[in-house]
């Protein structure tokens, strides 16, 4: 069974378009993240999201949004593409609460992202 | 904020030799340390982690060291093979509730 599957694998769009990439997890884990994997392989933390708080990278655009409709999802939402928001998206989660703790994370495939 | 360094970018070894792989942090409050592996087109995976409350941690041929004094840790890879080959994250995790910092990575080929 696939534990954190991302839709789609493959983006190709015109710059000023408005697009979303979804991610769904099946680990039963609270908190899911969005990366941006750039050209030379840098990954970057973009967003990281459970039920009770949303971290945001400082230098993430606001054009980015992240939107959880229920704790197995977080999607996440493009304004107005630009040419450097080609990149890798990779989606992932991990269980962050106290007890049996845990920091492991789990990436989905990746969504090649390619603005033209 | 917590910044990690990592070195060599790239690391070219024999199949059969080790491969050292080292990473720096800057916030002595970072506590969890895990190694991804990425493989061209693929998804970053885990291959190791470990805690500041251990120096040391092995797994088969894959080993990770910790020194919290002077704030560093290292992946070992013995008796690297062709599929060892990949690109290597390592990462920081600052504090409860704050996001993971990752290496700028470094690429593994292992040559027969």
């Known amino acids: 069974d696939t534990a954190v599957s991302q839709t789609p694998k493959y983006l190709v769009t015109q710059m000023g378009n408005d697009k979303s990439i979804k991610c769904e997890q099946n680990l039963g884990h609270d908190t899911m993240y969005w990366y941006k994997q750039d050209s030379k392989k840098f990954l970057k933390i973009m967003f990281s999201y459970n039920n009770k708080e949303l971290i945001i990278n400082e230098t993430v655009p606001n054009r980015f949004s992240p939107k959880s409709p229920d704790k197995a999802h977080l999607n996440l939402h493009i304004n107005s593409l630009e040419l450097g928001d080609s990149a890798v998206y990779f989606c992932a989660s991990s269980q962050r609460t106290s007890g049996l703790f845990t920091d492991t994370q789990y990436f989905g495939p990746g969504t090649r992202l390619t603005v033209l | 904020g917590e910044n990690v360094e990592q070195h060599p970018s790239t690391l070219s070894v024999q199949e059969g030799d080790s491969a050292v792989i080292k990473c720096t942090y800057s916030?002595?409050?970072?506590?969890?340390f895990p190694w991804y592996k990425q493989e061209l087109g693929k998804r970053p995976q885990l291959i190791i982690d470990?805690?500041?409350?251990?120096g040391e941690k092995k797994d088969q041929r894959i080993a990770v060291t910790l020194n919290k004094t002077a704030k560093h840790f290292s992946l070992h890879i013995t008796e690297t093979q062709p599929e060892d080959s990949a690109v290597y994250f390592c990462?920081?995790?600052?504090?409860?509730?704050?996001?993971?910092?990752f290496g700028p990575g470094t690429r593994l080929s292992v040559l027969p």
């Open positions: 990462a920081a995790l600052p504090n409860y509730g704050q996001n993971f910092v």
């Open positions: 916030d002595s409050a970072s506590n969890y």
């Open positions: 470990i805690r500041s409350n251990v």
